[in-house]
């Protein structure tokens, strides 16, 4: 018999989901949030999908459990949750889980506006301004982000030849600039990018092979990044990323700015220190730069910043009990 009760803090991030969950933890194995992640995967998934898929979530549902700090020079952990697996790092998940953390004094800094964080991708230096009990920003600076393959060429069925590029910020994306077959997002429906983007991933995930070169675990082609013209005048680029089985990120993406930040640093058109205002598919907006210079097992990498805000939405109580048919979650693809 499975049961359990989960207390969950829900947010959004500029517009995307988070549910931090603050009870129900399982114990997990490893020294490091890389080998928790991979423990938690292998014998706890069933809380994920319980958590994140219909009927307690949905198809854009983000989350995330906090740990104790695996480093010594640590203030705490994160392992994140969502419809599309347990990933290695999350932006906006990061930025909405210490948000509401640091508001229901879940998160005890050493330091006052500034947090060490162990994610299973590494280590994350993070700021925040927090007035009075409201947390009003928060900045991360994020893992060395690099572009892993660039200018790959696929066929897609209905859609024709499309050219790509690869870049990793936490994740790996396949990152698409307007083309001939692909006018740009100004131009582009959610119901084409949710048509195309699983085709996408597939074919371009059996072309190249994605693996982090300092951590095989770190692997597979996870998302897709529609890049165009952006709404606000202030933005510098837009873009919107499909994940899971058919989410578009409602946030500007924390890790897809990194990749992209990377990949256009890569090809001459981002210099080091220069404002990069991503832009979501709803407007919203995180704040990036290309805080140095650094390489990976010899490739050229950025350490990355990203800044954005997160709201707190509810407190919910869930449950979860297997003589409930669907208490391990379903979805409708």
Request: glycine residues 10%; aromatic residues 8%.
């Amino acid at each position: 018999m499975i049961k359990g009760t989960f207390f969950c803090i829900d947010a959004h991030t500029c517009g995307n989901p988070v549910r931090l969950v603050t009870s129900g933890h399982p114990i997990l194995s490893g020294s490091s949030m890389g080998e928790k992640r991979v423990n938690f995967i292998n014998e706890f998934d069933w809380i994920r999908k319980a958590l994140m898929f219909e009927p307690r979530g949905h198809d854009m549902m983000s989350g995330a459990f906090l740990y104790p700090p695996c480093s010594e020079n640590a203030d705490v952990s994160i392992l994140f949750i969502e419809t599309s697996g347990c990933l290695p790092m999350c932006g906006h998940g990061t930025i909405g889980t210490l948000t509401a953390g640091l508001e229901a004094g879940l998160i005890k800094p050493k330091v006052a506006g500034r947090l060490i964080v162990d994610v299973p991708a590494g280590q994350l230096q993070v700021e925040y301004q927090q007035t009075a009990t409201k947390v009003d920003w928060v900045k991360i600076y994020n893992i060395a982000s690099y572009l892993a393959h660039e200018n790959i060429q696929i066929d897609v069925p209905e859609l024709g030849s499309i050219t790509l590029d690869i870049a990793y910020g936490g994740n790996f994306y396949a990152i698409i600039e307007p083309q001939l077959n692909y006018p740009g997002l100004q131009d582009w429906s959610p119901d084409k990018i949710l048509k195309f983007s699983p085709l996408i991933r597939e074919i371009a995930g059996k072309v190249v092979e994605c693996i982090h070169p300092l951590d095989a675990k770190v692997n597979g082609l996870s998302h897709v990044m529609w890049t165009g013209a952006p709404q606000q005048p202030n933005s510098s680029a837009a873009n919107a990323v499909f994940y899971g089985d058919k989410a578009i990120d409602r946030s500007p993406c924390g890790t897809g700015t990194s990749a992209r930040m990377a990949q256009l640093y890569a090809k001459g058109l981002l210099k080091q220190g220069e404002p990069f205002v991503h832009e979501s598919i709803i407007g919203s907006q995180f704040v990036g730069k290309i805080e140095s210079v650094t390489e990976i097992a010899g490739i050229t990498a950025i350490m990355p910043s990203i800044q954005g805000w997160a709201r707190v939405t509810g407190h919910n109580q869930i449950i979860v009990d297997d003589e409930d048919p669907y208490a391990f979650g379903f979805q409708v693809v």
